[in-house]
Protein backbone atom coordinates (compact mmCIF):
# COMPACT_ATOMS: atom_id res chain seq x y z
CA UNK A 1 0.00 0.00 0.00
CA UNK A 2 1.45 3.39 -0.84
CA UNK A 3 1.60 5.51 2.12
CA UNK A 4 4.01 8.52 3.66
CA UNK A 5 4.75 8.83 7.40
CA UNK A 6 5.19 12.36 8.71
CA UNK A 7 7.94 12.38 11.73
CA UNK A 8 8.14 15.82 13.32
CA UNK A 9 11.13 17.20 15.47
CA UNK A 10 12.02 18.12 18.77
CA UNK A 11 9.29 21.16 20.30
CA UNK A 12 9.84 23.27 23.51
CA UNK A 13 8.12 21.55 26.43
CA UNK A 14 5.85 24.46 26.55
CA UNK A 15 4.56 23.82 22.89
CA UNK A 16 3.59 19.93 24.41
CA UNK A 17 2.27 21.27 27.79
CA UNK A 18 0.62 24.28 27.11
CA UNK A 19 -2.16 25.01 24.32
CA UNK A 20 -0.52 27.83 22.98
CA UNK A 21 0.67 25.34 19.75
CA UNK A 22 -1.14 22.50 18.20
CA UNK A 23 0.57 19.53 18.59
CA UNK A 24 3.84 18.73 17.40
CA UNK A 25 2.66 16.29 14.51
CA UNK A 26 -0.39 19.05 13.65
CA UNK A 27 2.63 21.49 13.32
CA UNK A 28 3.84 23.81 10.62
CA UNK A 29 3.58 22.46 7.19
CA UNK A 30 2.25 18.90 7.99
CA UNK A 31 -1.23 19.04 8.02
CA UNK A 32 -0.98 20.97 4.58
CA UNK A 33 1.04 17.92 3.51
CA UNK A 34 -1.16 15.16 4.54
CA UNK A 35 -4.19 16.70 3.42
CA UNK A 36 -2.36 17.57 -0.25
CA UNK A 37 -1.75 13.35 0.22
CA UNK A 38 -5.01 12.70 0.93
CA UNK A 39 -6.59 14.48 -1.93
CA UNK A 40 -4.25 11.83 -4.08
CA UNK A 41 -5.36 9.43 -2.49
CA UNK A 42 -2.39 8.31 -0.59
CA UNK A 43 -2.56 7.04 2.97
CA UNK A 44 -0.46 9.52 5.06
CA UNK A 45 -0.31 8.80 8.74
CA UNK A 46 1.55 11.89 11.40
CA UNK A 47 2.41 9.86 14.49
CA UNK A 48 2.68 11.75 17.88
CA UNK A 49 6.00 10.84 19.44
CA UNK A 50 6.14 10.59 23.26
CA UNK A 51 7.32 13.04 25.60
CA UNK A 52 8.75 14.52 22.49
CA UNK A 53 10.27 17.57 23.96
CA UNK A 54 12.89 15.31 25.70
CA UNK A 55 13.11 12.31 23.84
CA UNK A 56 13.67 8.87 24.20
CA UNK A 57 14.92 6.71 21.32
CA UNK A 58 13.18 3.63 22.56
CA UNK A 59 10.28 5.11 23.07
CA UNK A 60 10.23 6.33 19.74
CA UNK A 61 11.46 3.32 18.28
CA UNK A 62 8.58 1.64 19.79
CA UNK A 63 6.12 3.62 17.71
CA UNK A 64 7.64 3.17 14.55
CA UNK A 65 8.10 -0.07 15.02
CA UNK A 66 4.09 -0.18 14.84
CA UNK A 67 3.62 1.19 11.54
CA UNK A 68 3.86 -1.45 8.48
CA UNK A 69 6.57 -0.12 6.57
CA UNK A 70 6.96 -1.31 2.52
CA UNK A 71 8.53 -0.49 -0.26
CA UNK A 72 5.73 1.86 -0.90
CA UNK A 73 6.17 3.85 1.98
CA UNK A 74 7.79 7.20 1.84
CA UNK A 75 9.46 8.53 5.31
CA UNK A 76 9.31 12.47 6.15
CA UNK A 77 11.29 13.64 9.06
CA UNK A 78 11.63 16.89 9.91
CA UNK A 79 14.68 18.46 11.95
CA UNK A 80 15.43 15.77 15.03
CA UNK A 81 12.73 13.66 13.63
CA UNK A 82 15.01 13.53 10.33
CA UNK A 83 17.33 12.54 12.20
CA UNK A 84 15.74 10.10 14.37
CA UNK A 85 14.74 8.33 10.90
CA UNK A 86 18.73 8.03 9.92
CA UNK A 87 19.15 6.21 13.12
CA UNK A 88 16.08 4.17 12.88
CA UNK A 89 16.73 3.26 9.34
CA UNK A 90 20.73 2.37 10.77
CA UNK A 91 19.45 0.23 13.12
CA UNK A 92 16.73 -1.59 10.95
CA UNK A 93 18.58 -2.78 7.73
CA UNK A 94 15.73 -5.18 6.98
CA UNK A 95 13.33 -2.26 6.28
CA UNK A 96 13.70 -0.84 2.69
CA UNK A 97 11.00 2.33 2.46
CA UNK A 98 10.50 3.16 -1.16
CA UNK A 99 12.32 7.20 -0.51
CA UNK A 100 13.47 8.83 2.93
CA UNK A 101 13.34 12.46 2.62
CA UNK A 102 14.46 14.06 5.72
CA UNK A 103 14.02 17.95 6.19
CA UNK A 104 16.56 20.45 8.08
CA UNK A 105 17.73 17.26 10.01
CA UNK A 106 19.25 17.43 13.48
CA UNK A 107 21.71 14.55 14.67
CA UNK A 108 22.90 16.64 17.65
CA UNK A 109 26.61 16.70 17.11
CA UNK A 110 26.54 19.25 20.13
CA UNK A 111 25.04 17.12 22.66
CA UNK A 112 22.35 19.63 23.43
CA UNK A 113 20.16 16.58 24.24
CA UNK A 114 22.44 15.33 27.41
CA UNK A 115 21.96 18.86 28.56
CA UNK A 116 18.22 17.90 28.66
CA UNK A 117 19.21 14.04 30.15
CA UNK A 118 22.47 13.16 30.71
CA UNK A 119 21.96 9.80 29.61
CA UNK A 120 20.53 10.73 27.00
CA UNK A 121 21.42 8.12 23.65
CA UNK A 122 19.00 9.32 21.35
CA UNK A 123 21.47 10.03 18.76
CA UNK A 124 24.23 7.62 20.05
CA UNK A 125 24.60 5.14 16.46
CA UNK A 126 26.66 5.09 13.38
CA UNK A 127 25.49 5.78 10.09
CA UNK A 128 24.38 2.65 7.84
CA UNK A 129 26.77 3.93 4.83
CA UNK A 130 24.95 1.52 2.78
CA UNK A 131 21.36 3.28 3.47
CA UNK A 132 21.58 4.74 0.16
CA UNK A 133 21.71 1.24 -1.44
CA UNK A 134 18.31 0.58 -0.50
CA UNK A 135 16.46 3.31 -0.36
CA UNK A 136 16.63 6.82 -2.26
CA UNK A 137 17.39 9.17 0.64
CA UNK A 138 16.83 12.88 -0.25
CA UNK A 139 18.14 15.55 2.17
CA UNK A 140 15.99 19.18 2.06
CA UNK A 141 17.95 22.14 3.75
CA UNK A 142 17.92 25.96 3.54
CA UNK A 143 21.42 27.47 3.71
CA UNK A 144 20.35 30.07 6.49
CA UNK A 145 19.43 27.29 8.82
CA UNK A 146 20.38 27.22 12.22
CA UNK A 147 24.75 25.99 11.92
CA UNK A 148 23.69 22.96 13.66
CA UNK A 149 21.63 21.83 10.90
CA UNK A 150 24.21 22.87 8.22
CA UNK A 151 27.04 20.94 10.53
CA UNK A 152 24.62 18.16 10.58
CA UNK A 153 24.21 18.23 6.69
CA UNK A 154 27.46 18.33 6.16
CA UNK A 155 28.00 14.75 7.81
CA UNK A 156 25.27 13.11 6.44
CA UNK A 157 27.39 14.72 2.84
CA UNK A 158 30.01 13.14 4.17
CA UNK A 159 28.62 9.72 5.46
CA UNK A 160 25.78 8.84 3.10
CA UNK A 161 27.52 11.24 -0.48
CA UNK A 162 25.15 9.09 -2.56
CA UNK A 163 22.25 10.82 -1.45
CA UNK A 164 20.51 13.16 -2.77
CA UNK A 165 20.33 17.15 -1.23
CA UNK A 166 17.97 19.92 -2.32
CA UNK A 167 19.60 23.18 -1.01
CA UNK A 168 17.53 26.81 -1.00
CA UNK A 169 18.64 29.79 0.76
CA UNK A 170 15.65 31.36 2.04
CA UNK A 171 13.80 28.44 4.12
CA UNK A 172 15.53 28.75 7.63
CA UNK A 173 14.28 25.63 9.89
CA UNK A 174 11.12 25.11 6.90
CA UNK A 175 8.72 25.87 10.31
CA UNK A 176 5.53 28.07 9.68
CA UNK A 177 7.54 31.37 10.34
CA UNK A 178 10.61 30.70 8.51
CA UNK A 179 8.36 29.65 5.39
CA UNK A 180 5.65 32.50 5.84
CA UNK A 181 2.94 29.38 5.38
CA UNK A 182 1.77 26.42 6.14
CA UNK A 183 2.32 25.29 2.86
CA UNK A 184 5.36 23.12 1.26
CA UNK A 185 4.91 22.88 -2.04
CA UNK A 186 8.50 21.88 -2.95
CA UNK A 187 8.07 19.08 -0.43
CA UNK A 188 4.87 17.86 -1.55
CA UNK A 189 6.54 17.76 -5.11
CA UNK A 190 9.22 15.69 -3.78
CA UNK A 191 7.44 13.48 -2.32
CA UNK A 192 5.23 12.80 -4.79
CA UNK A 193 8.21 12.76 -7.52
Known sequence: MKQVILIHGLPDEKEVREDVCPSPSNSHWFPWIQKQLTRKDLVCQTPEMPRS??????????????????????????????????????????????????????????????????????FDFTVDQKLTERTNLVCIYS?????????????????????????????????????GSKEFPELLAEILK
Not at 159 to 176: I, M, Q, R, V, Y
Request: with cysteine; proline share 6%.
Open 53 to 122: YNPNYNDHERVMNQIDISNETTLVGHSCGGGFLLRYLSDHKNIVPKKVIIVAPWLDLEKHLQELNPKSEY
Open 143 to 179: TDDNKCILDTVEYIKKELPNADFLAFSDKGHFTEPDL
